[in-house]
């Protein structure tokens, strides 16, 4: 063999060589790219299982959501005869509101009646979309003006004469939380300042019954409690005293709300989380995680149903509007919109209301149906007085009243 054939056979050799390491090397960053893209997988299934609208207590099979090992409490069944005694109970309770309602529009005539525009049954200038009702009492409170940097000011209203029923004086600054009790006896008003807080006011008297710690605040339906945050737990307080009665674990809860019975609490947390607790027990019952930020919440009349509002994306406006039936644990949607700040649920369970910057609108809940809208106007947050006669609409300039039959007809 000559030199020159030597050279060919080393260099052969050589490349041989070569090539089964490169054949080596390139086996081995496969099998890495695989296993990475297998952990990727994971990680990308978990968060999406985490972050997409579900229940972290349900596994989605057929429809049915559950996980039995997380449930700590659980709703009582549907017994057909309670719930038509209920209903016949409502409607009868309805009717002596509506009586009452039928006074209120006549005196609202009489003394509002001439800031009304349009349709309007009545308009009162407040300059504030801060304001409470109490119906029972015929009382409207609203924030009437902010006074010095750390003071606000409090006005109650008899909506039948339009006299003021009662001024409070609160120091801090107004929080944007008003709430009255169910009798209209007590008035909660909240305030920001070194510590946030929520005065209660005898609205009779004019005293201050109790200072408590917390915020986001909401009246039960019956009897003087009072719900809210103090930044990491749900709260259930007696409303006269303070007195601490439940505290309730709810990851840092940004709303909370009664049911119509008030044996029911839902809460929002900051991560997203509709968590629907038993009040008597402070135990969880359920829970859906939504993708996206929560903004509003509404039980529906018979308390079997949750109206929650988020959005649909994280930066756009789109929001959806979901209907949880808390009985055969399902959802269906109800309206899509930009972005709400104010939603209802009509006393007979058959209208929901929101408002959003492109004005009022009113929604049959079964269908879905637009039945109403009132554009390009001062839209604040939509109220449903429950006799079902009234409606009202608290704007940042005025709160506008409306007769809620003449208001939907076509």
């Known amino acids: 063999m000559g030199l020159l054939d030597s050279w060919h056979f080393s260099e052969a ?20 790219g695989i296993l990475a893209a297998a952990v990727v997988t994971g990680v990308i299934l978990r968060f999406l299982n985490k972050n997409s609208c579900t229940s972290s207590m349900f596994e989605l099979n057929g429809g049915e959501l559950l996980h039995p090992q997380e449930q700590t409490a659980q709703l009582p069944k549907k017994d057909g005869k309670k719930e038509m005694a209920l209903a016949a109970e409502r409607k009868k309770n309805r009717l002596v509101l509506r009586a009452g309602e039928e006074k209120l529009i006549e005196g609202l005539m009489n003394w509002a009646g001439k800031h009304g525009v349009g349709d309007e049954l009545a308009a009162i200038p407040t300059n504030s979309q801060v304001a409470a009702f109490s119906p029972q009492a015929g009382l409207f409170a609203f924030v009437s003006q902010q006074g010095e940097i750390q003071q606000f000011h409090v006005k109650v209203l008899d909506l039948s004469t339009g006299s003021e029923a009662s001024h409070f004086t609160t120091n801090g600054l107004c929080s944007g939380e008003l709430e009255f009790s169910e009798d209209g006896s007590l008035l909660a008003v909240g305030s920001l300042g070194e510590e946030n807080s929520t005065r209660i006011w005898d609205v009779k008297s004019g005293k201050l019954k109790t200072t408590v710690q917390i915020t986001k605040i909401v009246f039960a339906p019956q009897g003087k409690k009072l719900a809210g945050t103090d930044g990491s737990n749900v709260k259930i307080l007696d409303a006269e005293t303070g007195q601490t009665l439940q505290s309730i674990g709810s ?4 709303r909370v709300v009664f049911s119509p019975s008030g044996t029911l609490l839902a809460s929002v947390t900051e991560k997203n989380e509709v968590v629907l607790w038993d009040v008597e027990s402070g135990r969880k019952i359920q829970e859906l995680v939504f ?12 308390g079997w149903g949750l109206a929650i509002a988020h959005l649909k994306t994280q930066f756009g406006p789109q929001s959806e509007t979901v209907l949880w039936d808390l009985e055969k644990n399902s959802r269906r949607s109800v309206t899509n919109d930009n972005e709400l700040f104010g939603l209802a649920i009509s006393p007979d369970g058959k209208v929901l209301a929101y408002s959003n910057l492109n004005g009022l609108a009113f929604v049959d809940i079964d269908s879905g149906k637009e039945l109403k809208r009132i554009a390009h106007f001062d839209a604040g947050r939509p109220y449903f007085f429950p006799g079902g006669l009234l409606f009202a609409s608290r704007g940042t300039l005025k709160t506008r009243f409306w007769i809620l039959g003449d208001l939907l007809s076509p």
């Open 291 to 302: 993708q996206n930020s929560v903004g509003e919440l509404a039980f529906t009349h018979d």
């Open 13 to 32: 050799r050589w490349l041989g060589r070569k090539s089964h390491q490169v054949i080596a090397m390139w086996k081995t960053l496969l099998i890495l």
């Open 251 to 254: 990851m840092v809860p940004r």
